[in-house]
């Protein structure tokens, strides 16, 4: 069985020279040993630009029957540039449907899954991101009958326990002059480094295996 990640930069893998920045979808391997894991997931993508690239055409290609398609999409199509935004009960639902569509019809299993949350803190409350597209992954899921992961949920509850401060461990807060590819530091409540692409990827693996879906 092989494991297909369809995402953005939340998941994507980086190379060394880039570190500390860390996708979930790039240390997922480690927390399903003997599962091949094929990381697809690319910065800046939605789902718009992901299908007009011919990146799910190109897994299409490759997946088999018993394969893992897992989704993970919000971050970009929330974005206001025209050649990525969705609209959520539009344009976003029925492009998740063409990847759940694609799965299903090569015998693979679609796992839909709601995005990591956004670290927004503001005056000891974490707040809500991703406006409605959590809920419009939860409705496809429940519509289409399709596996679900909610690591919208998962990663809201985990920082919120966490704290403002203890939670900047998981995020790309930076110092100054620390990393060479961040001289300038960084305040990144978006992206991960090692220690919160282990967080969100332990608990991929862990959903995957209550889903029966892994062993």
């Not at 880039?18 to 997931?41: C, D, K, S």
Request: include cysteine; charged fraction near 25%.
């Amino acid at each position: 069985m092989t494991i297909y990640i369809c995402g953005d930069s939340t998941a994507a893998s980086y190379k060394p020279e880039e570190a500390p920045i860390t996708g979930w979808g790039q240390v997922l391997p480690e927390f399903v040993p003997g599962v091949r894991v094929e990381n697809r997931a690319m910065a800046g993508r939605s789902t718009k630009s992901f299908l007009s690239e011919g990146r799910l055409q190109k897994i299409e290609m490759e997946i088999q029957p018993g394969d893992l398609l897992l989704i993970q999409f919000s971050h970009n199509d929330e974005s206001d540039l025209v050649w990525r935004h969705t609209d959520p009960w539009t344009s976003f639902y029925h492009n998740l449907e063409i990847f759940v569509d694609t799965a299903i019809l090569h015998g693979a299993k679609p796992v839909l899954m709601t995005p990591i949350c956004r670290r927004m803190w503001r005056d000891g409350v974490l707040y809500a991101s991703h406006e409605d597209y959590p809920d419009v992954i939860r409705t496809l899921a429940a519509q289409r009958n399709a596996q679900l992961i909610d690591m919208y949920e998962k990663s809201f509850q985990y920082v919120r326990k966490l704290g403002d401060e203890e939670s900047k461990k998981l995020y790309l807060h930076l110092e100054k002059g620390v990393y060479p590819a961040w001289p300038n530091g960084n305040a990144d409540d978006t992206h991960t480094k090692r220690a919160g692409a282990e967080a969100y990827a332990r608990m991929t693996a862990e959903a995957l295996r209550k889903l029966g879906l892994v062993l």
